[in-house]
């Protein structure tokens, strides 16, 4: 397949309208895993998403335009999983499994479309927000935040001429392929792309898939992005995520059920995967909490993957865990995901290299990296921190505590109760980039 010259092609944007998400596959894969569960067993949970914008000093609303905005979000809900697209899904082999997604959920999602969403500003920010049954809003997610992070990379780069893109592009391309040449240089290595979120753009995302895939062989275990991986031959990586233990906390109607809630949530997901995809998130309402309650046929999994924790520190935890209830550590996997860069990546492999297996889930500083790229002094291609979380479940706030408390979601009221059940042991506040 020949390769976009991106450069000229973000220069030749004339036509009125150029889609940012073209395929609903332009996901994430935890997200049809979880939307097959949440389709199998909570049919009639409703939950709403709203847009966070964790970098606040970024005014999103004046940076982007609302009517291109809507235009973008207005499209996405035009699109249909495609024939192709369904046979993949129903054909391929995911995690060692065939015929991971269910005949009845498959035809359910042929005539899936993304519902309606609601968009408001206010000081500088949008208010963007997807209610409405859990199965149809779930998968707003990600195409929102592609949308709204590509979005901003066009508009700072509206004003660039080819030659300023061209160079963008060139010093992009040779930063990305020096982290490339460092990965390299760690024998058995696994690393796998997790950027669609909050990337620079699908090109970009596509361009960094296919540098990895060609720079790292087969060190390069694949893409979270269900598209990319259909189209590059690559594994379909990912899991589940905060959303379903914040759902089912949500939804207790007491203090024990709310402490159950996320051991609820591995019991359930448990009936429909097993095997590779039995990977524990923890921090949902702090590691320490969750390792203090969790009984012991969680030890049985296959590992962790740590989000929120300094990945030595929270890994560090996690061995001592498994040491306790009498597990080797080396028979086990940790995933780690937050906010990698290539320096603490090769800290962390260093670090538990003949502890344990290790795997790395590289986010956007693989694919939105263009820190000191411009041509032109600009902070607009920086990439910031924006979320898209649950906040209400069936009408009930929904809240998301975390290892790190500057990534606390919800209303603080909520919060403060959450902190008097699961404790603040182990939070320790850092500062979010990405």
Same mark, same amino acid.
């Given at each position: ?143 929102? !935040? ?11 780069? /509206?004003?660039? =001429?080819?030659?300023? +893109?061209? &160079? *963008? ?88 059920? !709310? ?11 448990? /009936?429909?995967? =097993?095997?590779?995809? +039995?990977? &524990? *998130? ?153």
């Amino acid at each position: 397949m020949a390769r976009t010259d991106i450069a000229r092609r973000v220069y030749n944007h004339t036509w009125k309208l150029d889609p940012i998400v073209r395929s609903l596959l332009d996901t994430d894969f935890y997200k049809l895993l979880m939307l097959q569960m949440i389709w199998g067993m909570y049919p009639k949970v409703d939950a709403t998403f709203t847009l966070i914008n964790r970098t606040t000093s970024v005014r999103l609303a004046d940076e982007i335009d609302e009517g291109e905005l809507r235009e973008q979000l207005d499209h996405a809900r035009t699109l249909r999983f495609t024939k192709k697209e369904m046979i993949w899904l129903g054909g391929n082999t995911f995690y060692g499994r065939k015929q991971i997604f269910e005949p009845e959920f498959l035809a359910w999602l042929e005539d899936f479309r993304l519902p309606d969403y609601e968009l408001t500003k206010r000081d500088g920010q949008y208010e963007l927000s997807f209610p409405g049954p859990w199965m149809y809003t779930t998968l707003w997610e990600i195409p929102a !935040l592609a949308i709204i992070n590509e979005l901003r990379s066009r508009a700072a780069m /509206r004003s660039f =001429g080819q030659f300023a +893109l061209d &160079v *963008l592009y060139a010093r992009a391309k040779a930063k990305m392929w020096a982290k490339t040449e460092r990965l390299k240089a760690l024998p058995g290595i696994r690393i796998s792309d997790f950027g669609t979120r909050r990337r620079h753009s699908f090109l970009w995302q596509r361009w960094c898939v296919e540098a990895l895939k060609e720079g790292i062989g087969e060190a390069f275990t694949g893409t979270s992005n269900v598209l990319l991986a259909m189209d590059n031959d690559l594994e379909a990586l990912g899991t589940n995520a905060h959303e379903l233990p914040m759902v089912f906390a949500a939804l207790a109607n007491s203090v024990e059920e !709310l402490r159950q809630a996320p051991y609820k949530v591995l019991q359930d997901w448990q /009936r429909y995967y =097993g095997g590779n995809l +039995l990977i &524990v *998130l923890p921090d949902t309402f702090g590691t320490v909490a969750f390792l203090r309650d969790a009984p012991d046929w969680i030890a049985d999994w296959t590992g962790f993957r740590p989000d929120s924790a300094p990945p030595i520190e929270g890994g560090e935890k996690i061995l001592a865990w498994w040491r306790e209830k009498g597990k080797d550590p080396k028979q086990k996997l940790l995933i780690f995901s937050d906010g990698l860069e290539v320096e603490t990546i090769e800290e962390t492999y260093k670090h538990f290299r003949g502890k344990v297996r290790m795997s790395f889930g590289w986010g956007t500083n693989l694919t939105n990296d263009f820190e000191g790229c411009a041509p032109t002094e600009t902070n607009s291609l920086d990439a910031i921190s924006l979320v898209c979380k649950v906040s209400e479940a069936n009408g009930r706030p929904a809240v998301k505590l975390s290892d790190n408390p500057a990534k606390s979601t919800g209303d603080e009221k909520e919060i403060k109760r959450y902190l008097r059940i699961f404790g603040e042991k182990g939070r320790v506040e850092q500062l979010v980039k990405v």
